[in-house]
């Protein structure tokens, strides 16, 4: 499980999330942002910032988004920036 960010990110990148997340997770794509499913440790820091309530936990990721979950695991099988 992790979390997802969702369609409110396209256009807004707030980068709140990215300040917060203790592992360093959150990566900026071109259009949004994407945390990797891979790394995250739902601690739920970076839904708390949200500033247009994108983040949803995986279980509570409304049907018509959740193929941003999809979109972040495609996101991450190509990118090669440092997540630390
Ligand atoms: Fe990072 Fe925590 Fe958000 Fe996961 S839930 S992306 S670990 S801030």
């Not at 990566?27 to 995250?40: H, K, R, T």
């Not at 708390?48 to 983040?55: G, L, M």
């Amino acid at each position: 499980m992790a979390f997802v960010i969702t369609s409110p990110c396209i256009g807004e990148k707030a980068a709140d999330c990215v300040d917060v997340c203790p592992v360093d997770c959150i990566a900026e794509g071109e259009d949004q942002f994407f945390i990797d499913p891979d790394i995250c440790i739902d601690c739920g820091a970076c839904e708390a910032v949200c500033p247009v309530q994108a983040i949803y936990y995986e279980e509570d990721v409304p049907p018509e988004e959740l193929k941003y979950l999809q979109k972040a695991i495609e996101f991450y099988k190509t990118y090669e920036g440092e997540t630390n």
